[in-house]
């Protein structure tokens, strides 16, 4: 009993968890997330041309969009506790059949997360296109001026109908993996979490890169313009071929894998609630 009492956690485990683990994932994984959008929005150049330029490049330059994606992630310990504790726990009352209650779950947390997330995601994404050896890194009270002159308020949610379509099938495959594997990771190590999240993440992560370079292409900013999905996909296939749709697909493997292995341990404290 004594044993059980000192196992049971509160809401505000999860908090300081993810407080401390986001900080964390943050400075170890903007250096993938600032290669990947830079490799997403200059299409025209190859993945190894695009990190040769940044392996020789300033510290300045490597850490634009930091802050960016300090506040997206800051921002997302704000509610992603709740979404992955207390949601799916409220979902499960209404007795859905594991796949419904699965579906049910990822489109509140995919819808929650897009709308929340864009506006930052945005203004991260305008920071980080700059390559290298093009312009000069530019603030994120720059990259927002620069979304509202060429599209207003809706500029800054761009690429949110992609954002929820590869959103939705992370959380849905979240929330089914994390039963099918948590036998085999309790009592394991930190690092076997993350290889089991990176054994999870890699199959959900190649199937949504196309949709994530398309969400690049479209929070890019680089008119005043606003294309579709469909016409977006139809330009990098024309101009780039289908090889371009996977690019970026191993600095999404390593964001990907760190963000999971988070989630993960949250629903482990969730279960200890």
Not at 107 to 126: G, Q, R, Y
Not at 156 to 171: C, D, L, V
Not at 185 to 208: D, G, H, Y
Request: glycine share 6%; hydrophobic share 40%; proline share 4%.
């Amino acid at each position: 009993m004594a044993q059980e009492k000192k196992e049971k956690k509160t809401l505000w485990d999860a908090y300081s968890f993810s407080m401390g683990y986001t900080a964390m994932t943050t400075l170890v994984g903007h250096p993938a997330e600032r290669l990947k959008v830079a490799i997403q929005t200059n299409l025209s150049l190859s993945s190894y041309s695009v990190t040769k330029q940044f392996a020789s490049a300033s510290l300045n330059h490597f850490s634009t969009g930091f802050l960016s994606c300090v506040i997206r992630q800051q921002g997302k310990v704000i509610y992603r506790p709740l979404l992955i504790t207390h949601m799916p726990k409220e979902v499960d009352k209404l007795q859905y059949p594991m796949i419904v209650g699965g579906v049910v779950k990822a489109t509140i947390a995919s819808s929650f997360d897009t709308l929340v997330v864009s506006p930052i995601e945005n203004i991260k994404t305008v920071q980080m296109k700059t390559v290298a050896n093009q312009e000069k890194p530019i603030t994120p009270m720059q990259a927002a001026q620069n979304i509202y002159q060429k599209r207003g308020l809706p500029g800054f949610f761009a690429g949110s109908a992609a954002t929820q379509g590869k959103a939705f099938p992370s959380w849905f495959y979240l929330f089914m993996t994390y039963n099918a594997m948590k036998s085999k990771r309790e009592k394991q190590s930190f690092l076997s979490t993350i290889f089991w999240a990176t054994a999870a993440s890699a199959p959900v992560a190649l199937a949504t890169t196309p949709l994530d370079v398309i969400k690049s292409q479209q929070q890019a900013c680089t008119s005043g313009s606003r294309h579709s999905i469909g016409e977006v996909t139809s330009q990098i296939y024309k101009n780039y071929g289908v090889s371009a749709f996977f690019k970026g697909f191993n600095c999404r493997l390593v964001h990907k894998s760190l963000s999971t292995a988070g989630a993960y341990m949250i629903l482990d404290i969730a279960n200890k609630m």
